[in-house]
């Protein structure tokens, strides 16, 4: 016999983005499922680059669809669930 452990959350299970600078430590917290006004480039703490500017449309894509996730399946049957692998959980508890 054997057990698999599988867990899933749904798109209005997440809550928020959080940014954490890699130079300062510094956090901000995006909260879901409202779309940022604005998405940081730098840090506002310390004022370094959290990404290139190349890269901004794949931020503003990013939420957009984060936003736009929960609203997919109105109206219809269809249920979305995103997988997390759990040794990944286990590791953010230690
Ligand atoms: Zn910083």
Redesign the pocket.
């Known amino acids: 016999m054997t057990s698999e452990t599988r867990l899933f959350i749904e798109p209005e299970d997440l809550l928020g983005v959080e940014f954490t600078?890699g130079?300062?430590g510094?956090r901000l917290l995006y909260q879901l499922p409202k779309y940022p006004v604005r998405i940081a480039h730098t840090?506002p703490?310390?004022n370094?680059a959290f990404y290139g500017a190349e890269k901004r449309t794949n931020f503003e894509d990013f939420f957009a669809l984060l936003t736009a996730m929960p609203k997919l399946t109105e109206g219809s049957k269809l249920k979305i669930r995103l997988q997390v692998k759990v040794s990944a959980l286990e590791e953010k508890r230690a």
């Open positions: 600078c130079h300062c510094a840090c703490n310390c370094e």
